[in-house]
């Protein structure tokens, strides 16, 4: 009985493996190039962490703000703190700032499947591990840089170390750590993580999972203390107190506070958004999907609802009759997740990020139920349509995908911003299809060059544009430039033969081009 056992395990281990490296694969090969070019907002991040990592100071003079300013209404800092290591030793490029998120996504892979392996069994953790390796959205989500991406891995890491932590405390400290620099992930998490951590807490304590101690109380003053700067940075925006600038740490007033993010109001067309992000798997954001394959795969949400109406019932259940079970943690989230829709203003699938890996743990059930109910031969039909499925998927992503996605991330302007760079010192003239943050990260204009020269079109605002900075003018948003034969411009690639008759050299980078005299 030992031997067979062990052949099982060695088997599941070998299983294990294979899937990990599938999926490491999935999310690192043609990391720098696929998606091409550099969203708007990966491109801020990253060039403040490259700020943060030479001159100690994001692009607005703050050391170390505990929320980037950013666009002037901020973003969420802990992506461009864990970038800082990989910037300072190898430079900024696609890969630095790329990585960080696909090692987290890769991280995540394994976190699930242990924390399925402790709540349910190791079948269920090993279907719950495939639906992940070969998720859609997981895979799209963790080969860009986005800020806020970042969220579910720091819940999941929470989530796994807090089980953990009930049956040995040492490890609620490390779930305290992870619980805590979730809330640096996204703003959104200020609100939702309170609630998660009052149920877990209290569902704990109900069934004597945890208790008092030097541990817990160290934990939660861990969480605390990860709190109070966030705490200090809302009452800065909300004219409580004033701005705090220290060698260390910052704290800043941003020039316009997102506050109504949490909108009242409104609550048809937010259920719909709902509707929309997890029965359509769709947000109408090329970014966070590729066209037709969704979430979960289109046909992947059978399972999602069998496996969720499954752990509803037998939450319920276990709740009935007083059975300590850690399943629920993941059905709360999701409850959690689903009522934030309810609440937060334009919803999408990236403000919903604390719903998809609950999601996926639920098609996990979901398909071991129906395996049990229906026979076991049917895991091989499911993993070959799966697989199939994925094979499909991989060939959108780096065909039809990537030239849609390149588009919208401006491919090319960072090569013709270089090279318009080496043309000439002077002054670049830059077409307004291009964001600031993206010729910031393609110049790397030193920080306290940037700080003395940039000029704001539309200080304050929600999203700050700025006329100039450095050698670099923005075009106001009309059609055609002036020409003036003393000035370099990189402008759209449609807009090649304007230039050739007007006698400027024109050099093509994908969607745009560099015209000079």
């Known amino acids: 009985m030992e031997k067979f056992k062990k052949i099982v395990n060695d088997r599941q281990c070998i299983i294990v493996g294979i899937l990990m490296v599938m999926g490491g694969l999935a999310r690192v090969l043609c990391l720098s190039s696929n998606p091409g070019g550099v969203s708007q907002d990966e491109a801020f991040s ?33 992506y461009s703190w864990i970038s800082i290591p990989l910037i300072k030793i190898f430079g900024l490029n ?28 190791d079948k269920i953790a090993l279907i719950t591990l495939f639906l992940f390796v070969v998720s859609p959205w997981h895979i799209v989500m963790v080969r860009w840089g986005l800020d806020s991406a970042t969220t579910p891995a720091f819940l999941l890491f929470g989530m796994y170390f807090f089980i953990l932590g009930l049956e040995k405390e040492k490890y609620l400290l490390l779930c305290a750590i992870c619980y805590g620099l979730t809330l640096y992930c996204y703003a959104f998490t200020w609100t939702l993580l309170p609630f998660i951590l009052i ?75 709902y509707y929309r992000v997890m ?27 069998v496996g969720l109406f499954y752990s509803l019932w037998i939450c319920v259940k276990r709740l009935k009759n007083k059975i300590y079970h850690p399943f629920i943690f993941l059905v709360f989230q999701f409850i959690i997740g689903s009522l934030a829709s309810l609440i937060v203003d334009k919803c999408d699938i990236n403000k919903l990020n604390i719903l998809h890996i609950p999601a996926i743990a639920f098609a996990g059930v979901g398909i071991y139920k129906l395996c049990e109910v229906i026979g076991r031969k049917l895991i091989y039909i499911i993993t070959a349509v799966y697989l199939v499925a994925f094979g499909f998927f991989n060939y959108s992503y780096y065909t039809s995908y990537q030239e849609q996605i390149s588009k ?11 090279y318009a760079m080496e043309v000439t010192p002077d002054i670049i003239c830059v077409t307004d299809k291009a964001y600031h943050s993206q010729v910031m990260f393609a110049s790397k204009i030193p920080t306290p060059e940037y700080l003395n020269t940039v000029v704001y079109s539309n200080y304050p605002a929600i999203w700050l544009e700025t006329a100039s900075f450095g050698q670099f003018v923005f075009k106001p948003k009309e059609e055609l430039p002036v020409l003036d034969e003393n ?31």
């Not at 696609?94 to 069994?121: C, D, E, H």
């Not at 919208?408 to 270089?418: D, R, V």
């Not at 370099?488 to 560099?514: A, L, M, P, R």
Request: hydrophobic share 50%.
């Open 46 to 78: 990253a060039y403040d962490a490259f700020s943060l990592a030479e001159y100690g100071t994001d692009c607005f003079g703050y050391h170390f703000p505990v929320y980037n300013t950013s666009w002037g209404s901020g973003m969420s800092a802990l």
């Open 94 to 121: 696609m890969w630095t700032i790329r990585l960080p998120q696909a090692f987290l996504g890769i991280l995540s892979l394994l976190a699930l499947y242990l924390l399925m392996k402790k709540v349910t069994n």
């Open 199 to 273: 149920f877990q807490i209290i569902y704990a304590i109900a069934y004597k999972k945890i208790r008092f101690s030097i541990t817990s109380i160290a934990a939660a003053l861990i969480v605390f203390l990860f709190a109070l700067p966030l705490m200090l940075f809302l009452m800065v925006n909300y004219d409580l107190l004033p701005e705090i600038r220290t060698g260390f740490i910052s704290i800043p007033k941003v020039s316009y506070f997102r506050s109504g993010e949490l909108a009242s109001g409104g609550f048809m067309g937010k259920l719909y958004t």
């Open 279 to 305: 029965f359509l798997q769709d947000d109408e954001n090329i970014w966070n999907t590729v066209s037709g394959y969704g979430i979960h795969y289109k046909f992947g949400l059978v399972f999602v609802f």
């Open 408 to 418: 919208e991330f401006n491919a090319g302007l960072t090569e013709a911003i270089q």
């Open 487 to 517: 000035i370099v411009y990189v402008w759209e690639s449609s807009q090649g033969d304007f230039f050739k008759n007007n006698g400027y050299q024109v050099v093509e980078y994908s969607n745009f081009i560099v015209a000079y005299k």
